[in-house]
C-alpha cells in the first residue's frame, strides 16, 4: 500500500486511498505531490485483499473503449448490483474464458443465471465453463434490435406515402410499440404469419433473429430467472463517464 514508502504513513495512505474513489490516480498524486505509482500502489493491495465473490446471477456485457471496435468485457453481480469483472483483450470466446478462470471453477459452476446480449462468443464460454446456468438474453438487447426494425419500417412507410397517410406515420412509433397483450409465443407466430403479406423486410428479418434464439429471449420468462437488468446498462453508462473524465 501507500504506507510502504518511507515517506508515507499508514494513515496518509489511507487517505489517498479514499481518495482514489472519487478522484482519478493522477488528481490525487498531483494534490498531495506524490508520484502516480505511490497512489496507484494503495488501490493494488486493496484489490488483493478482495475476496472473490461468491456469483449466483451475472451480467455480461461488452463496452467499447477505443473506435475501431476495441472493446472490453464488464461481468456484473446482479444481485449485490456492483461490477466485478472488467477485462479481456476484445469480446471473444478466449476473452469470456478468462472471467470464468478469474473466478475459478468451483465459483463458475454455482452461476445459475447469466444474462447476456445474443453475442456467440459469451454464450459458448458461459456454456462450457458453467453449463448448469441459464442463459436469458437481455431484453434491453431485443428491444433495441426491434426498434430499430420500426424505425427503418417508418422511413420506408413515409417516404412511399403522401399526404394525411404520412401525417399518420409521423409521431406513431410509440402507438406501434404499446401492444404487449397475448400468450408470448403464440402472439410471436400470429405477428410473424401476417409478415408474410406486408413486405416488411426490417421487421421480417427482425423474427428470424427471434425465432433462431427463441429459448434464450423466452427464458427471461420463467419466474427464477427474472431479475433487474437496468444496472448493467447503468454501469456502462458510468464507465463511459469515467472515459471521457478521463
Known amino acids: 500500500m501507500a504506507a510502504d514508502s518511507p515517506f508515507c504513513t499508514q494513515r496518509f495512505g489511507y487517505v489517498n486511498g479514499a481518495k482514489c474513489r472519487v478522484q482519478t490516480i493522477q488528481d490525487v498524486a498531483k494534490e498531495h505531490m506524490l508520484d502516480w505509482h505511490t497512489v ?8 488483493k485483499k478482495a475476496r472473490k465473490p461468491a456469483l449466483r446471477v451475472i451480467g455480461i456485457d461488452e463496452i467499447s473503449i477505443k473506435k475501431r471496435h476495441t472493446y472490453r468485457i464488464v461481468v456484473s453481480d446482479l444481485e449485490t448490483r456492483r461490477a466485478i469483472w472488467f477485462g479481456g483483450d476484445d469480446r471473444s470466446e478466449k476473452s469470456m474464458d478468462k472471467f470464468f478462470a478469474f473466478i475459478g471453477e468451483k465459483s463458475s459452476k454455482k452461476v445459475e443465471v447469466a444474462v447476456m446480449d445474443m453475442w ?40 412511399r406515402l403522401t399526404g394525411s397517410s404520412r401525417k399518420f406515420i409521423k ?25 408474410k403479406w406486408q413486405r ?33 446498462e447503468g454501469l456502462n453508462n458510468n464507465i463511459r463517464v469515467i472515459q471521457r473524465r478521463a
Open 40 to 47: 496507484k500502489r494503495y488501490m493494488e493491495e486493496q484489490l
Open 120 to 159: 456467440k462468443s459469451f454464450r459458448n464460454s458461459t456454456s462450457r465453463n458453467g453449463p448448469q446456468a441459464a442463459i436469458p438474453f437481455d431484453k434491453f438487447h431485443i428491444i433495441r434490435h426491434l426498434g430499430e426494425a420500426l424505425d427503418k419500417v417508418r422511413k420506408q412507410e413515409y417516404a
Open 200 to 232: 416488411l423486410g426490417p421487421f421480417e428479418k427482425f423474427a428470424r433473429m427471434i425465432d433462431k434464439h427463441w429459448s434464450k429471449i423466452a427464458a427471461y420468462c420463467n419466474s427464477e430467472n427474472k431479475v433487474a437488468l437496468g444496472f448493467v
Open 171 to 195: 409521431g406513431q412509433k410509440y402507438a406501434l410499440l404499446s401492444h404487449r397483450e397475448g400468450w408470448a409465443r403464440r402472439f410471436f407466430e400470429n405477428w410473424k404469419e401476417q409478415l
